[in-house]
T-cell receptor, first 117, second 111 residues
Framework: GAVVSQHPSRVICKSGTSVKIECRSL??????MFWYRQFPKKSLMLMAT?????????EQGVEKDKFLINHASLTLSTLTVTSAHPEDSSFYIC?????????????FGPGTRLTVT | EDKVVQSPLSLVVHEGDTVTLNCSYE??????LLWYKQEKKAPTFLFML????IEKKSGRLSSILDKKELFSILNITATQTGDSAIYLC???????????FGQGTRLTINP
């Protein structure tokens, strides 16, 4: 089946540093990937849509200069949290879209837990 | 603005009970409604519903969509402790691939 990986699964960084999270579709190509953020005991909040070869589309209220997204290939999207602060601590999940004969499905990565100290 | 509302937000039952989770939506140009189960990590896909009145079943889980009243339910019968999770409902609209999620229902099954 379709598998999406994320790396790292867990990261702790100091305030003011930048952190890069990778999202890969392992056995399929994804022209579109999505980045979500999830706070404890809350639902997934869509941050941005990552389009291969073009600029990401950010949801309202998400700072594009803070959360840099690069979708350089059909199997890789990266999210960089720049100048991280403790309030950026969260669970970040990506998903990749697979277009098939039975329709379009999204497959989720296992998530990355970011802790900013 | 597209909106998905789930209820209840939290539910605690005993093993063996039957539960019904609700999801209502207000979106422009509805395409499909999806149910996911989330335990510790990523959500796992349960059902995708596009047509009204057709029940989808997988073991003890079933779901149905009502496009006239704009809601869906997810039923779990003979619940087990392994059913404890957050259940997420999401909607897609025509012309877009993104999912709009509800707040989720946190289900706890006590032995």
């Amino acid at each position: 089946g379709a598998v999406v990986s994320q790396h790292p699964s867990r990261v702790i960084c100091k305030s003011g540093t930048s952190v890069k999270i990778e999202c890969r579709s392992l056995d399929f190509q994804a022209t579109t990937m999505f980045w979500y953020r999830q706070f404890p005991k809350k639902s997934l909040m869509l941050m941005a849509t990552s389009n291969e070869g073009s600029k990401a589309t950010y949801e309202q209220g998400v700072e594009k200069d803070k959360f840099l997204i690069n979708h350089a290939s059909l199997t890789l999207s990266t999210l960089t949290v720049t100048s991280a602060h403790p309030e950026d601590s969260s669970f970040y999940i990506c998903s990749a879209t697979l277009v098939g004969t039975s329709g379009t499905k999204q497959y989720f990565g296992p998530g990355t837990r970011l802790t900013v100290t | 603005e597209d909106k998905v509302v789930q209820s209840p937000l939290s539910l605690v039952v005993h093993e063996g009970d039957t539960v019904t989770l609700n999801c209502s939506y207000e979106v422009t140009n509805f395409r499909s409604l999806l149910w996911y189960k989330q335990e510790k990590k990523a959500p796992t896909f349960l059902f995708m519903l596009t047509s009204s009145g057709i029940e989808k079943k997988s073991g003890r889980l079933s779901s149905i969509l009502d496009k006239k009243e704009l809601f869906s339910i997810l039923n779990i019968t003979a619940t087990q402790t392994g059913d404890s999770a957050i259940y997420l409902c999401a909607v897609t609209v025509q012309g877009a691939q993104k999912l709009v999620f509800g707040q989720g229902t946190r289900l706890t099954i006590n032995p």
